[in-house]
């Protein structure tokens, strides 16, 4: 079965697919890569791509288009504000939302497509959310104030990355046809939702309003990206019209049979306890085990629930990489 109909039948429910997609849908860590070369990765691999061809896993690549140029100001150090107020915003939005941007990634997006026509990929897209795109700016405390100290400005920042992230959408779908996307947000962490139910529907239920429906149309997944706890938040989601969710951080007490058990046509992309992955084979099995229902019921990939650590060897990768193979067959 090719690649691309493999995702679009999992993400489609269907029974027919012969196997679960394999995939490594974080970047890799570079601490994790400076231990596999040590351990006899070899160095002159490709990184992204031919990582995943080493290790056998089906190709994806993602573009990430983001609003700020690269002159934006930098944060001093992370989480850190970039502005503070009204002013300070208008004086940073001559480097953001440019139509340089996105020329930048309509040429970029072209170039690979166009090189890689016939090589398998499954294409997927981030775009910045709206509780997102506003912290990197505020930084993360200064943020969290705003929703009360600056909702005017909230608003414009997100009406603004709404109408940006409208344009990117014709860029891309102008190009390529995504199977999915996902909205960058990180509004969840380990104990639940970062915002009350009340912000959410005032300052960031609108614009998933504006722009979800719009993905739908061109028949590609929707997903929301957020660590931690998400389960509080599916419903929020599912009212935007949102279809699925990446990483299901376990470390978090996320339970992918619990979601499926919940929501029955609920999307999920990850899911598998990272912090065990050094552990052995024992372990790995143990896990692919959990999560053998939800495999099971379709509508679910199951991947690392964020990057690989370091501590994972390269060793124990090779066995993940084989048992992923086994616990994935469908057929």
Known sequence: MEN??????????????????????????????NEWWQQGLPKDI?????????????????????????????????GAPIINDEAEYEAIKKHLFTDEILNE???RIKAFSEA???NGFVYWFSLEGFFWFPRTLFGIENHLYAFYDYPELMHQMNQDLCVFNKKVLEMIYSLISPTFMTMA???????GPMLSRELYDEFILPYYKE?????????????????????????WFLDAGIQGVLPLERMAGVDVNRIRENYPDFLMIGGFDKTIMHKGEAA????????????RSGGYIP?????????????????YMRLFQEYGALK
């Open 4 to 33: 691309l109909e493999r995702f679009q039948k999992i993400l489609n429910f269907d029974k027919d697919a012969d196997r679960v997609p394999m995939v490594e849908w974080a970047g890799w860590w570079d601490k994790t890569l």
């Open 284 to 295: 790995l099995r143990a896990e692919f085990e959990r999560l053998l229902p939800a495999i």
């Open 105 to 107: 990634n309509y040429a």
């Open 116 to 118: 890689n026509k016939n």
């Open 185 to 191: 947000e990180d509004m969840s962490y380990n104990h």
């Open 46 to 78: 490709e990184l992204g791509n031919g990582l995943n061809d080493y290790f056998g896993q089906d190709r994806l690549m993602q573009f990430w288009v983001a609003p700020r140029d690269a002159t934006c100001p930098q944060a001093p150090y992370h």
């Open 303 to 319: 991947a690392v629930d964020h990057q690989t650590p370091p501590d994972v060897s390269l060793e124990n990768y090779h066995t």
């Open 211 to 235: 722009i979800v429906p719009l993905v739908k149309a061109q028949g590609t997944k929707v997903f929301i990206d957020t660590d931690g706890n998400v389960e509080p938040l599916i419903p």
